[in-house]
């Protein structure tokens, strides 16, 4: 029922709101960035409250959004691990969209070189991380840039710095 609101969903646009972003089609470009769950409501807010924001651009690790119906206007991209269940919920396969990137590889490995968890937030932030996917994803939306600090060749900054807030809401 994407009519109805859910407190997480009032809480993510509340925070929005409180954080100063500029609402609207021609409001303030906004990336959606989400592991899990979180990936699943960055999915439900581009495909159901495109009014609200300027979504431009969906980054999800590990959530079943591929029968989501994300407008065209907002570039996808969504990395899957092989062994993850948890993207494949949706029962739907990986889209092949104009919009959309899907990424599906083997989690990385851990340090004594055995294969991590396939669904954890550590394991896709690593291979989300890795330069071959920030220049694939740069090669497929040039677009994104304006959400990747670029050093002076336009070439991704590992590691580049960013800011992060916390709010707390209640109804």
């Known amino acids: 029922f994407p009519e109805l609101r859910t407190q997480y969903e009032r809480a993510v646009i509340a925070a929005m709101n409180e954080a100063g972003i500029r609402g609207g089609a021609d409001g303030d470009p906004v990336m959606l960035v989400g592991f899990s769950q979180g990936g699943i409501m960055a999915g439900h807010l581009a495909a159901n409250r495109s009014d609200l924001f300027n979504f431009q651009a969906v980054i999800v690790g590990g959530s079943p959004i591929d029968a989501m119906n994300i407008p065209p206007k ?77 050093d002076a060749d336009g070439n991704p900054i590992p590691g580049s710095e960013s800011e992060t807030s916390y709010y707390e809401w209640a109804e």
Not at 104 to 122: M, R, V
Not at 132 to 150: D, G, K, N, R, V
């Open 74 to 150: 907002t570039t996808v991209v969504s990395f899957q691990h092989t062994g993850d269940v948890v993207h494949q919920l949706d029962l739907a396969p990986g889209q092949q969209k104009p919009n959309w990137l899907t990424i599906s590889e083997d989690p990385p490995l851990n340090a004594d070189g055995t294969s991590a968890i396939p669904h954890n937030a550590n394991s896709y932030q690593q291979t989300m991380s890795e330069e071959e996917h920030m220049e694939e994803i740069l090669e497929f939306a040039p677009e994104f840039e304006q959400f990747f600090p670029t």
